[in-house]
């Protein structure tokens, strides 16, 4: 089983990147993906989540009107498109997967993890 994060890297404030997280070795529609991230000298938090059953989809307030979630079912791929990125979104970004058709809160218990990708925004 393996999710493994990518697109992260340095950016300026007020741009753009992609993450991806790639699944395998588990069945990819029956499971809710989230992301999660973890700035420095803070906890580790939620951020948003994609239903690869409905594409139903949730964010966090930190992140809403700037963050979007998207599933590819075919390429086993959830993508994070982040816009207007700003210092405080500098973080390890993680996705996260957790057996189910929906979304269920970011307390859920998750079955997998990746191991992140690091997001730097700075000028």
């Known amino acids: 089983v393996q999710l493994v994060e990518s697109g992260g890297g340095l950016v300026q404030p007020g741009g753009s990147l992609r993450l991806s997280c790639a699944a395998s070795?588990?069945?990819?529609?029956?499971?809710?993906i989230y992301w999660f991230r973890q700035a420095p000298g803070a906890e580790r938090a939620g951020i948003s989540c994609?239903?690869?059953?409905?594409?139903?989809?949730t964010y966090a307030d930190s992140v809403k009107g700037r963050f979007t979630v998207s599933s590819d079912n075919a390429k086993n791929t959830v993508y994070l498109h982040m816009n207007n990125l700003g210092p405080e979104d500098t973080a390890v970004y993680y996705c996260a997967a957790n057996w189910g058709w929906y979304c269920s809160g970011y307390g859920s218990p998750m079955d997998y993890w990746g191991k992140g990708t690091l997001v730097t925004v700075s000028s």
């Open positions: 070795g588990f069945t990819f529609d029956d499971h809710t």
């Open positions: 994609i239903s690869t059953h409905d594409n139903s989809t």
